[in-house]
């Protein structure tokens, strides 16, 4: 279960999202438009722009198209994924970072510089897959592949938006911002979103001048607390 919260001192829960999936992929999006909207409702206004802390889990090519497409209305910060298959933590061998992706190409270049054979496209997993050249003869096989040739599966637009995820964390404020805010030990930018394992928690500066004047963080409390007791009575 996800759930959100609202609050730099004291957290509200102002959103759930139930879902009987092991992990956290496809839950940013709907986690977040349910707080946006119940918040939106205790009075704060849809034009302010929110800012979104998340870790690994809400990695996924689901969270990142969120993030790219939403932009105008939430800046989302995300802890990139480890990586995953069967060479990925095997000491010694070369990493995902070696082989050079040529998005505008659709091409990939293997470590030692040989274009790679491809794509051909799996139906499985809408990957696109590349084939080694040259591997037999190749000095680095050992540190590449277990098998006779090197496979490379790529998903473009994952990629894509990993990459602006990735530039965007580069970015001055970014990275201290995203570790300020996971452990919620001072109040950030006005409207600031952590993600913690199944939860996801709003942080606001209610002293900003950007939250509206007649809605004060005394107020804002009052309201989502009688929005959840309207809640519980409809439930009840």
């Known amino acids: 279960m996800t759930v959100v919260s609202s609050g730099a001192r004291q957290r509200l829960v102002v959103g759930g999202l139930l879902s009987a999936s092991g992990n956290d992929k496809g839950h940013l999006a709907p986690a977040l438009q349910e707080a946006r909207r119940v918040l939106h409702q205790a009075g704060l206004p849809l034009a302010a722009r929110l800012q979104v802390a998340g870790d690994?889990?809400?990695?996924?090519?689901?969270?990142?198209?969120?993030?790219?497409?939403?932009?105008?209305?939430?800046?989302?910060?995300?802890?990139?994924?480890?990586?995953?298959?069967?060479?990925?933590?095997?000491?010694?061998?070369?990493?995902?970072?070696?082989?050079?992706?040529?998005?505008?190409?659709?091409?990939?270049?293997?470590?030692?510089?040989?274009?790679?054979?491809?794509?051909?496209?799996?139906?499985?997993?809408?990957c696109e897959v590349y084939f080694g050249v040259g591997c037999a003869h190749c000095p680095p096989r050992a540190r590449c592949t277990r098998g006779t040739c090197r496979k490379l599966s790529v998903r473009w637009e994952y990629e894509c938006f990993g990459r602006a995820m990735l530039q965007r964390m580069s970015q001055r404020g970014a990275a201290a911002g995203f570790l300020a805010s996971a452990s919620c030990s001072r109040p950030l930018s006005p409207f600031m979103l952590s993600s913690q394992p199944s939860s996801l928690i709003f942080r606001a500066d209610l002293q900003s001048d950007r939250f509206p004047k007649a809605m004060p963080g005394t107020c804002l409390r009052s309201a989502l607390l009688a929005r959840l007791a309207r809640v519980e009575t409809q439930d009840g």
């Open 56 to 126: 690994a889990g809400y990695w996924s090519e689901e969270g990142l198209r969120f993030a790219a497409l939403n932009r105008a209305w939430v800046d989302v910060l995300l802890k990139e994924s480890s990586p995953t298959g069967p060479l990925a933590h095997e000491p010694g061998m070369l990493k995902r970072e070696a082989f050079e992706l040529q998005p505008s190409k659709r091409a990939v270049v293997c470590p030692a510089g040989r274009a790679m054979r491809g794509p051909v496209r799996n139906a499985f997993d809408s």
